[in-house]
């Protein structure tokens, strides 16, 4: 059994290797040269001024663990190119930086390679004894062959592939009761990339239910909420509280050691900026953002002006200013805080007060991540790959999860299109979405309407098929006829709007889907929504 693991790995780790390679000449954005600037700042200044240099407008504003990764790249980057390690040489990108950089990310990903093995060693155990061995290889190559992913880090360029590889691991302990171990790994992945706090309250409930405390055998309903206080056991809180403190110690502990603690929390939590990025994430933001632009356009036509007060609207301000609505009330960054939480609460209740068992802690990960994308402040549209990882480890769990999963997977990577919105990588990202797609799709056919499995069920409901075919004409607009009716230069933001507010839709409704069906199933069964 291990050798066929091993080979089928193999040639799925084959495959994501070569596909990567053949991108390194493709589309950098402007995150190539924040990384080059990372480089050069952690290779030549010394610490203590890592989070306080500014000569680019690209400053360091990860947690420590990058910052020290960047160190770490920089040594072999000085021996590559030499000036690609100096902090004067803005836009610096001479052939051997590219291809070094480009490298880099690629080795980083096995970290995602060797966590989806042993996430898939794990699950073909299981699956080998029902007879579904073919699921955990779908899975695998669901979320490694990610599209998003994918064009986020080989085109777009980032290094999103290695956290998911943490994130994965810490799930995968999670799922063999090394609870610990999954502390570690995701105190860890948080101190890399602060993005990943939009899971904390559910590892935090869980962790804090099913490791500290006491579950005898025997019925829960004479516990208080799901647990007996009597049943809690100190010498576990006390070592998972200084696991958790010990890793951040040696993150943020030099920083702390200089006084410049505050600093680096500024860096990392730079509320100064708008509620929206420049290319609108496809939330319940973009949807308020339209709705008001639509009331101050009625308001504008009919003269309202005085009566409305109608305000100069920045929705789309970028990173420096704060957002301000025409006629709906304006957000700030507590707004959106209690809104996260209020949504991810029946979530985290759900979570502690039922039986525990790490699917339903995968799925508050998948929950939290969904609330902090939808309501969270400043949020990047590449933030939805925290929604379509996790959730392809569920994708083939039941026929609702998968449903939910085609709609948000292939909606999300939809709205990651403008990243590349150059004419040479249009046919890449077209292909490549196609292919991910159709994979999806048969993955999904392949386990649920082949024959035994209601085959003449269909997983998508009729609405959501027109819905998803409305992306061929919205992407055909987006390419070909905004620019072929002259609208580039009077209404150049179009395009993107469109795409924001019908991803939107998408996201939203697999958000309400996926939460129904978290909330009504039963400890044992699986919900069904057909």
């Not at 392809?392 to 769990?397: F, G, I, N, T």
């Not at 919105?421 to 990202?429: G, S």
């Not at 209601?454 to 905004?482: A, C, D, M, S, T």
Request: hydrophobic share 50%.
């Amino acid at each position: 059994m291990a050798d066929e693991n091993q080979w089928f790995f193999g040639k799925v780790a084959a495959f994501s290797v070569l596909l990567k390679l053949l991108l390194i000449p493709a589309y950098r954005s402007t995150d190539f040269q924040v990384h080059r600037n990372w480089l050069a700042i952690t290779n030549s200044l010394p610490i203590s001024k890592w989070y306080y240099e500014k000569t680019s407008q690209w400053t360091l504003d990860y947690p420590p663990f990058f910052a020290w990764l960047e160190f770490l790249l920089s040594q072999f980057a000085s021996l590559v190119d030499s000036n690609m390690t100096k902090v004067e040489n803005l836009g610096y990108a001479s052939v051997e930086t590219v291809i070094f950089q480009r490298l880099s990310v690629i080795a980083a990903d096995l970290v995602l390679l060797y966590a989806g093995y042993q996430y898939y060693c794990y699950k073909n155990k299981s699956a080998s004894k029902l007879g579904n061995s073919y699921k955990p290889q779908f899975v695998c190559i669901l979320f490694i062959l990610n599209f998003g992913l994918i064009i986020v880090d080989h085109i777009h360029f980032q290094y999103n592939g290695f956290l998911f590889g943490i994130l994965i691991l810490s799930i995968t302990r999670m799922f063999e009761n090394e609870f610990l171990w999954s502390a570690f790994w995701y105190s860890v992945l948080v101190n890399f990339k602060h993005i990943y706090l939009y899971i904390a309250p559910a590892y935090f409930v869980y962790l804090l239910k099913r490791y500290c405390f006491k579950h005898p055998q025997g019925s829960m309903t004479s516990y208080w909420l799901g647990v007996n206080i009597r049943n809690l056991l100190p010498f576990q809180l006390m070592k998972l509280g200084f696991l958790v403190i010990s890793v951040f110690s040696v993150s943020f502990g030099p920083f702390i050691a200089l006084g410049q603690l505050q600093q680096v929390l500024q860096r990392l939590f730079p509320f100064k900026r708008g509620l929206c990025h420049a290319y609108w994430a496809p939330n319940f933001w973009a949807l308020y953002n339209v709705v008001d632009k639509i009331l101050a356009t009625i308001g504008s036509k009919l003269g309202l002006e005085n009566l409305l007060e109608l305000r100069s609207a920045s929705m789309t301000g970028g990173l420096v200013r704060h957002s301000q609505h025409a006629v709906l009330p304006s957000v700030s960054p507590l707004v959106t805080l209690v809104l996260t939480l209020l949504a991810m609460m029946p979530c985290l209740i759900n979570l502690w007060i039922k039986r525990c068992n790490s699917e339903r802690f995968l799925k508050a990960i998948v929950l939290c991540a969904y609330c902090s994308f939808i309501f969270g402040w400043h949020v990047h549209e590449k933030a939805v790959l925290l929604i379509t990882i996790p959730l392809s480890l569920l994708s083939l769990e039941s026929r609702i999860y998968a449903r939910i999963f085609v709609i948000v997977s292939t909606a999300g990577n939809l709205s990651l299109f403008p990243l590349l919105f150059q004419r040479p990588e249009t046919p890449i990202k077209v292909i490549l979405m196609l292919l991910y797609t159709s994979l999806t799709f048969w993955a999904v056919t392949k386990v649920f309407c082949s024959s035994g499995n209601k085959p003449n069920q269909h997983v998508l409901r009729w609405y959501e098929n027109i819905y998803l075919f409305g992306l061929i004409p919205l992407e055909i607009y987006n390419l070909l006829i905004h620019s072929a009716l002259g609208f580039d230069l009077t209404l150049p933001f179009l395009p993107l709007l469109l795409t924001s507010v019908y991803c939107s839709v998408g996201i939203l409704w697999s958000w309400l889907l996926f939460y129904y069906s978290v909330l009504t199933e039963g400890d044992h069964d699986k919900v069904s929504i057909d």
